[in-house]
């Protein structure tokens, strides 16, 4: 019976948000499960569509013995502070070698975790991991589809699996993915061929969706390669928001044919160049995307504004309140907007109590600069603790604590607090405190894209707004000082020059 330890160390880095990761981001996970060593991971994690519970299950289906080494997220952020970094990743590794010879390794990784004194934190502990192992011993790694994939990352682990679908619903189905790849290289006995290739070109989160064209297509060509070449193959179109040499868009693959895994990646590759013109997308300002909304939503088929530049998936931290305003401005009817991540207004409605006025000072935590708190009265319709689990397609099973929650209204206009960071993306966020979002005529999201798996079947229509926030949809926007030379920083726009 073979031995494959399992692991997992998750970490979206955004270099220009406000605030670090610091080794208490972890321990609360911001919407993930909370981090977990050895025997406790997988009840941790059972149930929910996360990939190491994924792996988990299809190695014990396999008739593998896994050990637990320690697995973690937090939500996205700036840099991972160095003594998380190093008390996690160094945790990791100590288990390992405490766990004696293992004929295997999984690792549920990011792809895309940068940390105060590393670029590369993925590459540093598969590195790590493999100094302990040795070089025979299979290490693969399930990353996100916003993975920021580094040549090293390739060369350390014999594969590297990545989601295919964004919003991520397929995250537990990476996890059997990569964990089956694992078991065919312990029964064939040898590593696979590999291929990397990069992109010269970044896009916007909001671009990178798979339920819309290029992805769609593009993906559907992934599986079509995949079968025909017998190999494992992944697209990650990048985060671009990580002023890093590695930022941006990677194709990847193994299989047990080098020629045929190196065409089927050239093809992919290929393709994704020749469909950099449909990468482009309209971006909308607040006060023209909610005239739009108050004219086309209805209730029972809103219309969805995507506040992306706060997005709390993407190192954003959910509390400003440019759309907000834009929405009481005005008075547009039957709104919702959420979910606004401030304690202390969170705190204060409690306190205030169901049905009593208060003024309030809603949001603006983070000191960006420019940015003051909206101030105003409110009534609070609803308090919640925040303790739920959600429903929709990518959420599904997880077990939400998002501390104290309420509903505050002024108006025709409804706002969601939540005490601890998590982007919009899941109804049961809102039926929590009360509230039915189909019954709504706008909807006002605090996410990019990851909302669309479980609030676009409801809605009449999506529009992607960018209002004042860190996580620019146009990356072109950034002041980028470190990227590789020739890297576009838009579809078809102007080439990287340091910022100055």
């Known amino acids: ?48 569509n ?51 010879p293992v004929d295997g390794v999984y690792l549920d990784l990011h792809g895309a975790m940068v940390a105060e004194h590393l670029d590369d934190g993925e590459g540093e502990l598969l590195a790590r991991v493999r100094r302990v192992v040795g070089p025979s011993v299979p290490v693969v790694a399930s990353l996100d589809l916003h993975a920021n994939v580094s040549a090293a990352m390739v060369e350390r682990s014999q594969a ?61 060509m992934l599986e079509r390669l995949e079968q025909e070449h017998d190999a494992v193959l992944s697209f990650t179109p990048g985060f671009p928001m990580a002023d ?35 990468f482009r997308m309209d971006l909308y300002a607040p006060d023209d995307a909610v005239r739009r909304a108050r004219d086309r939503g209805a209730p029972g088929s809103p219309v969805v504004l995507a506040d992306t530049q706060d997005n709390p998936g993407a190192g954003g931290n959910g509390d400003t309140t440019g759309l907000l305003a834009s929405l009481l401005k005005f008075d547009a009817p039957d709104s919702m907007f959420g979910l606004l991540i401030d304690p202390d207004s969170a705190k204060q409605a409690h306190a205030v109590g169901e049905g009593r006025n208060a003024r309030f000072r809603l949001g603006e935590t983070s000191g960006l600069s420019g940015h003051v708190p909206l101030e105003g009265e409110f009534v609070v319709e609803r308090v919640a603790d925040g303790r739920f689990v959600c429903t929709g397609p990518m959420f599904r099973g997880f077990r939400m604590d998002l501390g104290p929650m309420a509903v505050l209204r002024r108006g025709n206009v409804r706002v969601a607090l939540a005490s601890k960071k998590c982007q919009a993306a899941d109804q049961a966020m809102f039926r929590h405190m009360g509230v039915e979002p189909r019954a709504e005529r706008i909807l006002a999201l605090k996410s990019s ?33 470190r990227l590789r030379k020739g890297l576009r920083l838009r579809p078809m726009g102007p080439v990287f020059r340091p910022w100055v």
């Open 1 to 48: 019976m073979t031995r494959i330890a399992i692991g997992g160390f998750q970490h979206e880095t955004n270099t220009f948000a406000p605030s670090p990761a610091d080794f208490a981001a972890f321990e609360e996970g911001g919407g993930w499960p909370a981090l977990a060593f050895g025997d406790a991971i997988a009840p941790r994690l059972a149930g929910a």
């Open 449 to 481: 894209v990851h909302f669309r798996a479980d609030f676009e079947p409801i809605a009449r229509e999506v529009l992607v707004v960018a209002a004042p926030g860190p996580a620019l949809a146009d990356p072109a926007q950034f002041r980028w000082r």
């Open 244 to 278: 890093i040499p590695e930022c941006g868009m990677a194709v990847f693959g193994a299989g047990r044919e080098e020629a045929r895994v190196q065409v089927a990646v050239a093809a992919l590759a290929q393709a994704i160049a020749d469909a950099e013109p449909d």
């Open 160 to 220: 590297l699996v990545a989601y295919r679908t964004y919003p991520h619903v397929d995250m537990a189905a990476t996890g059997e993915r990569a964990a089956d790849a694992l078991t065919d290289m312990l029964a064939r006995g040898r590593a696979p061929a590999k291929s990397f290739r990069t992109l010269d070109f970044l896009t916007g989160l909001p671009a990178q969706c798979t339920s819309i064209e290029p992805g769609r297509s593009l993906y559907t």
């Open 50 to 100: 996360i990939p190491a519970a994924g792996a988990i299950d299809a190695l014990h289906a396999a008739g593998h013995t896994t050990v637990g080494l320690v697995w973690g997220a937090a939500s996205p952020s700036a840099q991972v502070t160095k003594d998380a970094y190093e008390r996690i990743a160094g945790e990791i590794v100590r288990r390992l070698a405490a766990a004696g």
